[in-house]
Nanobody
């Protein structure tokens, strides 16, 4: 079990910036990947950015060059720095942690409660 606590969402005007934080607790030593997903009303949940335990990162094409994912030295907190925000970035942002369970590499996902990001024009 991994517990994820998110913070940093809110209201911002187009062109502004926000920084999201997610801190993991519990079975943190079996986490393989942490990242951020988002879901806008009427749309599917999509990957925004992710970082593996080895430090590799992945970004959605729509946020490359604007968003940066990072982690602290303990690898228990991840951040999403969001710059040059547009109304298209409006969504609920969810922190995600992926774990590998048991000897058969079964993947399990843990999710935060979600934090609302609203970008006005």
């Amino acid at each position: 079990q991994v517990q994820l606590v998110e913070s940093g969402g809110g209201l911002v005007q187009a062109g502004g910036s926000l920084r999201l934080s997610c801190t993991a607790s519990g079975s943190i030593f079996v986490i393989s990947t942490m990242g951020w997903y988002r879901q806008a009303p009427g749309k599917q949940r999509e990957l925004v950015a992710a970082i593996t335990s080895g430090g590799n990162t992945n970004y959605a094409d729509s946020v490359k060059g604007r968003f940066t994912i990072s982690r602290d030295n303990a690898k228990t907190t991840v951040y999403l720095q969001m710059n040059s925000l547009t109304p298209e970035d409006t969504a609920v942002y969810y922190c995600n942690a992926k774990r590998t369970l048991g000897p058969f590499n079964i993947q399990s996902d843990d999710w935060g409660q979600g934090t609302q990001v609203t970008v006005s024009s």
